[in-house]
């Protein structure tokens, strides 16, 4: 009887100080059951929120190597789901799509959660400029999941949302570019009340929403993304529903980030990992369509 725990290739950044792509997901994953494939993309002493960093971004020979490796162990059949976020360039991202392709040949199953990380409000577009079309033209008809921000998710769409009820239309028609599952998070249409911050998944089964406080921390911590698409897949590997998953990992970022020390750019993942396992505070799903 196999009794190992399930795989998730995880295909992002690393840092040594702080928490931010592989150093956001990771741990969490691993709490949650999980055994984690990482496959660093850059090796930075520290995330760039801090302003000076040192290290370099991996070109894409090297992950090619390290993921030839992971195949000609034969780990490839035995990986359920694989995620990825910030890419340093677009041939990184045609290695993961790659990847996802020869995956899916031996396991038709796994799931392929692909956070488009390219901006976020306020500080505009942060990535190269051949990301973008790479995200809409490439990742989108590869991915079952993908988790943009209210900023990328426009990006993405050429929309400029003005209603939840705006959001869940649009998002229905980017499904059928591709993804099962579209989930928008930091959405801030008119709608939303400024102290609230929501977040829309829309599937094939419905749209549903959750609503959390919005709280007053400058700056705010980096790795929100990498920890909330990282917990919300391992929920759904689990077998939860959509609703289900959404707000367990929203629980669990609005937890992080509430027990982050004012100041501090990481969430404090390790002190505060007992929201990872099993978050304190819920916050109701109610369902759109």
């Known amino acids: ?25 990771v741990f969490p994953l691993q709490l949650l059951g999980y055994e984690v494939l990482p496959v660093h993309t850059v090796q ?35 990986i359920h789901g694989v995620l990825s976020g910030y890419m340093g360039d677009a041939g990184i991202g045609s290695l993961i799509l790659e990847a996802v392709d020869e995956i899916r040949r031996e396991n038709p199953d796994v799931c392929y959660l692909c956070d488009p990380v390219m901006g976020d409000i306020g500080r505009g577009i942060f990535v ?18 993908i988790t943009p921000n209210q900023f990328e998710f426009e990006l993405l769409t050429g929309s400029k949302l003005s209603s939840v009820e705006d959001a869940v239309r649009v998002a229905q028609q980017l499904r059928g570019r591709g993804p099962d599952l579209v989930v ?52 759904l590997l689990d077998e939860r529903t ?32 007992q929201q990872i396992v099993e978050p304190k505070e819920l916050f109701r799903v109610s369902t759109l369509v």
Request: proline content about 9%.
């Open 1 to 25: 009887m196999n009794t190992s725990p399930p795989k998730i290739l995880s295909i992002q950044s690393h840092v040594a100080l702080g928490h931010v792509g592989n150093d956001a997901a």
């Open 128 to 145: 190269e400029p051949a990301i973008p079309d790479f995200f809409r033209n490439l990742a989108l008809p590869c991915a079952n999941i």
């Open 242 to 273: 959509v609703p289900q998953a959404l707000e367990l990992a929203t629980a669990t970022l609005y937890g992080l980030v509430q027990a982050t020390v004012p100041g501090s750019r990481d969430l404090p993942l390790v002190a505060a990992q």
């Open 44 to 78: 930075f002493s520290n995330h760039t929120g801090y302003g000076q960093y040192r290290g370099q971004v991996f070109e894409t020979g090297h992950i090619r190597e390290i993921l030839r490796g992971l195949r000609e162990r034969g780990v490839f059949p035995q």
């Open 184 to 235: 928008i998070t930091s959405l801030m249409t008119p709608d939303i009340s400024p102290d609230q911050l929501g977040t829309l998944a829309v599937s094939g089964e419905g749209a549903w929403w959750v609503l959390t406080p919005r709280l007053a921390l400058h700056p705010l911590p980096n790795g929100m993304g990498d920890v909330f698409s990282a917990t919300l897949l391992a929920h």
